[in-house]
Structure formats: structure tokens, C-alpha cells
DNA sequence: AGAACATGATTCCCGAAAGGTATCACTCGA
DNA sequence: TCGAGTGATACCTTTCGGGAATCATGTTCT
């Protein structure tokens, strides 16, 4: 087989038609030239240059591997560059997991800043529930999770991407909806509370929990997805806090009502795997910090 | 930049992933597979392996890599394949002269023959009168023209590829076609005959002229093509010795009467520049003399 | 816990290959 | 016929790649 070296001296000498000349433009003396010439002609099996004592002539099979050469130099030049874009993470793939919630008001922004100043990474979408998404990232399939506490802190690693505010979600003609007051624990003692799911929602259910501490109420339902509460509420099933982005879900039949603060505002995590190898993570991680 | 040796090192502990193994693979030991690999990875700027005392994995740079790296040696693998077809004469470009007449009967099998038995050739057709062509291969403009003599020995070569018998071209109301044998020389003595420009179309020139030696005749044209006598034969200008294949011209008017032979027929040669550089043209000259 | 094993990296040595200098062989032009 | 120009060759030096031995480290089995 040929060598590299053998190629760019063909090259030299075919464009130069002269081997000391093309010696000198490779910072070389003439008679290695020559030899690795020869070499190459014997590694092909193909007289490339007639060669005179006047005159340098590419053949025609010369001419025909000339065409090669300089595409396969071309190749050898730009065989790094995609490496190298993939290490610095500027191109590659992020698997990312969503919320159908959290995607409302956060996924599309996200996704246009990552085709903006990532534009060679391709994002891949996988919409699963909190939990699930902690596994995916946990087993290796995911790259990043938009999605809520908690998680194991070990092994995750995480950074606030949005806060809103927690609210009530009433049926429209509920009588709660006529009050001109932010809702408090006791005006839900009469209510039955549709709730989440302890495990696999684990987060909305102690923010619930907490808000309604030591008032009457009834939980009549544990479910994992907001949007599943949201329709469980516009059904007319019960009253639900959500998070205030659940308004632009556009469910007909809802009444969102502010409540009284209790405590810190719903968060919205990124949240990766503390050793992923993926370096399209660091760039991503790096890009949220930067402005937020 | 790095170097072949080190691409093929590379694809083996990718696909091995196991150093050990790749080398044995290679033919080579452990060590040197090791420093190759490192090497690279310095010549990129990457690290392509996340290497473990324990295993070998990819990076993600390493596996984008990987392609590049597989591409690269898969085209080198066929780079000298064109050269060494071209080189036989069975890739390339085969610049063709030919007259309209010669084209009638024999470049039509001749340009399907080629394209059988040298599919990779192309051909390049340039209709000239025969002068043009010796013209052509002299200044090395055409490899092969399909023509007649005479041409300057000494420098080109040649084989004949057809034979035919030379005939008369009638006008469809001459006397003469109502004889029923052939023709001589005596028939034409108070004919207006059409001949060839004894330079530019010496062989029907020198061919016309032996026949009619000795016999009575009026020569009123000369010309250089074939067509254009058998045009004038068709237009009553006079009547003319053309080959027989002129009859497939398929021009109105014209009648073809056999004609008491006068020596050898007409012959047409395939002819080239002895020391033309061109390997398709030894490859079609071999399939010339194969078969006849 | 400790010993044996597995595996990639490192070190040192040797031989092959590449580059440099001097020279040869040949052609062309004056 | 001689000198200039050009590619090939001979010979030497340097560089580079491969091999054997060994190291460092992590895993596994007793």
C-alpha cells in the first residue's frame, strides 16, 4: 500500500511537471522525491510520468490517478474537522427527555437557542414522565431531562431552568372561581382535591401536600401527569394546584385562581447524569448558565 | 498529519475494542499499536478512545472518527483501480476520426464493439474527410481514424478494416443502366465523369483514374466526399465510381451498376500515430486484429 | 485481604525506511 | 563539442516503527 507522503510528492510533481522544483516546494531534496515517486508507481502498478531526461509527462493513467489523489488528500485534510467539532461538543446528538408540561413554555425556547448556537447538534426527543426520565438518564439513554426533583444527587447533577408560580385549577362554573382573593388551604376544605401520584410524581404531591397541611380536605384522585389533572378538573372531578404554565394548555372548562404563597414557586430542572461522557452535554450545560 | 498505518490501527482497536487482540489482528504487537493510536490521537486533537485499564470505549469524537477513518481506506483501497484500468487501454477516452461513408457499414459494429468489450472507454467521434484526419493524428488531436490512404508511413501505422468493390453511380434514366453486365471502361467514354480532388480524396482520385486509363472520358468535377458525388450522379451532372456501400447512402435518383474489376477493392483503414501514448488505443487495435 | 491475572502504557533496543550529499547518465542548445 | 539542465543512482546519516521486557493499575478468585 501507498503512503500519504508518496501521494502529496504525485501531486507536487504532477502539478510542477518538474521534480526538482516540486522538491523544493515540499522542503525536500530531489533525489527522495524521486524514490518515493517510484515507490508510488510500483505500489500502484502503474507508470504514472514519462519521464524524459527533458521532460515530465503525466501518463494517462497518471492523470486518471492525479483526480484520485487530490480527492483523497482532500478527505485526509478534512478527516479531523467533524472529530474535533464533536469533541468541543459543537456537533453530535443530545437525547433529550421533556415534560408535556414543561415543554409548554420551555422546551420550544430551548430548542431554538440549541439549533441557534449549536446548529450541528441534533436533539433528539423523548417525552416521558419525571420518573421515567430519571431512569433514562440513570441507564444511559437520555443525555438531559427537563424535568422536577427529586433524584438521587450522587449520581445527578441538575440546574433550575424555570420558576412560575403554583395556582388552583377550578371548573369554570365552580363557586371558588367567583372570589376576588388568592385562594387559601381553608377554602379548599370542602373540596375534593384531585392530587399526584406519591412516587411517580413525587413533586407536585408534596407541593400539594404542603399547601393543604392542616386543612379539611379530601384527595379523591392520584394521578402523574398534569395534563391529566387538568382534564380530570375541566371533567368537573375536583379542584388541583398546577403549575401556572398549565394555563396555556388551552383545556376548556378550567378557571385558574391564584393561592397564597406556600413556599418556594414550582421549579423546572435540568438535570444530567454527573459522568456522561457526552461533550455535547458540557456545551448545552454551558449554554444554559451563560444567560440565566 | 497522520498516516495510513495509523487509520488502519485505529479502525482495528475500534472495531477490537481490545488492544490486544487488534494487534494480533495487525500482525504486530501490543506496544507500537499503542503508540500509533496515541499518535493519532495527537494528529487530530482528540481523544478517540476513553481507555480504562479494564476496557476500551469510543468517544463520541472517536466514533464520529471512525467514519471518516473507514471512508478514507475504503478509498484508498480503490484509488489505483482507475489508474490501472486506464493504463490497460480498458478506461479512458478514444478520440475517432471518420468519414461519412466509412460510417455507413463499419462504425456502427465498430462503436458497438467497443463499447462491449471496453465499457469504461469513451468515444469521442470527429467527422472529417480523410486529409483532415491525418491532419488529426499527426498534431495528435484524434488516436484512430477510420480513413484511406495515403498517409505518411513513417510515422503512422495502420490495419484495413473493410473491403468493398468499387461500382458505378448511375443517374436513375442513364442508357447505361440497362445493360446487364458489368461495366467498363470502354462504357464511360462519352460519359461526363464525376472524380475526387487528387489531394484531398487521392484514393477514389488514383482508384477512378486506374480504371478509366486508356478509355475516352470527360472528368468535369472533382470533389472531396463521396456524398457530394453520389449528390451530383443523383442531380444528372454525370455518372461516377463509388464504393458499394455508397448505395446505403439511400439517395433518390441514383442507380448502382457493377463494374468489371479493376484490381483490388477499396479499402478502409483503421489508422493511428505509431507512438501514440494512448493505451485505450493498443487495447482497440488488439480487438481490431482479434477477430480479423 | 491478598495473590494471580488482565490490560494498556512505558522503556529500551534494533532494523528498516526516509532524507541528504555527491555523482552519474543523458539530452539539448550554442 | 561542450556546458547547462534534469532525473536516477550510490552511499551515508537520521528518523521512525516494531519487538521484548517491564510497569501500573484494576479485577477476580480464593
Redesign the interface.
Known amino acids: 500500500?501507498?503512503?500519504?507522503?508518496q501521494l502529496t510528492a504525485f501531486v507536487a510533481v504532477a502539478e510542477e511537471l518538474h521534480f526538482g522544483r516540486a522538491a523544493e516546494r515540499l522542503n525536500m531534496t530531489q533525489p527522495p522525491l524521486s524514490r518515493q515517486v517510484q515507490k508510488l508507481e510500483r505500489?500502484?502498478?502503474?507508470?504514472?510520468f514519462?519521464r524524459d531526461n527533458r521532460r515530465v509527462v503525466l501518463?494517462?493513467?497518471?492523470?486518471?490517478?492525479l483526480?484520485?489523489?487530490r480527492?483523497?488528500l482532500a478527505?485526509?485534510e478534512t478527516?479531523?474537522d467533524?472529530?474535533?467539532r464533536?469533541?468541543q461538543g459543537a456537533?453530535?446528538t443530545l437525547r433529550l427527555g421533556f415534560t408535556a408540561v414543561s415543554a409548554i413554555r420551555t422546551l420550544g425556547p430551548f430548542l431554538r437557542r440549541v439549533s441557534d448556537e449549536l446548529p450541528e447538534v441534533d436533539v433528539i426527543l423523548h417525552e416521558r414522565v419525571t420518573s421515567a426520565q430519571i431512569d433514562g438518564l440513570l441507564h444511559g439513554e437520555l443525555d438531559l431531562a427537563l424535568a422536577r426533583p427529586p433524584y438521587d444527587p450522587h449520581l445527578l447533577d441538575s440546574q433550575v431552568v424555570a420558576r412560575e408560580p403554583l395556582c388552583a385549577a377550578l371548573p369554570a362554573d365552580h363557586p371558588l372561581t367567583a372570589l376576588d382573593r388568592p385562594l387559601t388551604a381553608a377554602d379548599f376544605a370542602a373540596e375534593e382535591v384531585i392530587s399526584y401520584d406519591p412516587v411517580r410524581a413525587a413533586y407536585f404531591h408534596e407541593l400539594t401536600i404542603r399547601f393543604l397541611a392542616g386543612s379539611q380536605h379530601r384527595i379523591t384522585q392520584r394521578v402523574q401527569q398534569v395534563l391529566t389533572v387538568v382534564l380530570l378538573v375541566a371533567a368537573g372531578r375536583g379542584v388541583a394546584l398546577v403549575p401556572e404554565s398549565a394555563r396555556d394548555l388551552g383545556v376548556p372548562g378550567v378557571t385558574f385562581r391564584e393561592i397564597a404563597l406556600a413556599g418556594e414557586p414550582v421549579e423546572l430542572h435540568a438535570i444530567w447524569h454527573r459522568d456522561s461522557?457526552?461533550?455535547?452535554l458540557r456545551r448545552v450545560r454551558a449554554m444554559l448558565s451563560e444567560h440565566q
Do not use: C, I, K, W
Not at 461522557?277 to 455535547?280: D, G, K, L
Open positions: 500500500m501507498f503512503s500519504l507522503d505500489a500502484v502498478g502503474v507508470q504514472l514519462e501518463t494517462e493513467a497518471g492523470q486518471a490517478f483526480g484520485e489523489a480527492r483523497l478527505l485526509v478527516a479531523g467533524l472529530a474535533r464533536v469533541d456537533a453530535g461522557a457526552n461533550p455535547v
